[in-house]
């Protein structure tokens, strides 16, 4: 008789909890409609790196010593292709350039990274103007990234990536702090 109504308690306990601290749908993680006749032209111009979520703080311990990212995506050489360049801002002051490029594998949304066949870049919209929100998949790592057009967006913007992506599994959260004047992008 106990055991029923301990059962009872703990499954109106999960009811209240659940609605209380609903997730969002998986389905409001929307993968962004890219294709040939668009591509590139929504993803071009500057972003700036804000937060980080991961399963694991291991995941996002390349962006510890990171105060802040600024990348330019511009169309590559080749179609399908997008050439990033990055200027990381770190803690101590150091500008550190960056650059990769991007593939897109025709019918299909991810990018790969080129000299990096074991990484796995998806596209998703975010609710936040001016936001956009990666998911990079590696060996032995996954985390999502926001990036928005602006240095600083909104605490709602940040707080709404911290709640999807903790529904998603990742408990590690990460903020740039963006205390210090972005490094200048370096013109290739």
């Known amino acids: 008789m106990f055991n029923q109504i301990w059962a009872a308690l703990l499954y109106l306990y999960g009811i209240l909890l659940n609605s209380i601290?609903?997730?969002?749908?998986?389905?409001?993680?929307?993968t962004l409609g890219v294709d040939e006749k668009e591509f590139p032209e929504p993803h071009l111009g500057?972003?700036?790196?804000?937060?980080?979520a991961a399963p694991t703080k291991e995941e996002l311990a390349t962006f510890d010593s990171v105060d802040n990212i600024i990348f330019n995506m511009a169309s590559g050489s080749a179609p399908l292709q997008l050439q990033l360049r990055a200027t990381i801002r770190?803690?101590?002051?150091?500008?550190v350039p960056r650059e990769w490029i991007y593939h897109l594998?025709?019918?299909?949304?991810?990018?790969?990274?080129?000299?990096?066949?074991?990484?796995?870049?998806?596209?998703?919209?975010?609710?936040?103007?001016?936001?956009?929100?990666?998911?990079?998949?590696?060996?032995?790592?996954q985390r999502f990234l926001l990036y928005n057009r602006s240095p600083h967006p909104s605490e709602k913007c940040v707080e709404e990536f911290q709640t999807l992506t903790s529904c998603l599994d990742s408990r590690a959260f990460l903020l740039t702090p963006r205390n210090q004047e972005a490094c200048k992008l370096s013109s290739n």
């Open 105 to 141: 594998t025709e019918g299909n949304t991810d990018l790969r990274t080129e000299g990096r066949p074991d990484m796995k870049t998806e596209l998703f919209s975010s609710s936040c103007p001016g936001g956009i929100m990666l998911k990079e998949t590696g060996q032995g790592y």
């Open 46 to 52: 500057q972003w700036y790196f804000i937060a980080g």
């Open 21 to 30: 601290y609903q997730c969002p749908e998986h389905s409001q993680l929307t």
């Open 90 to 95: 770190m803690k101590n002051g150091f500008c």
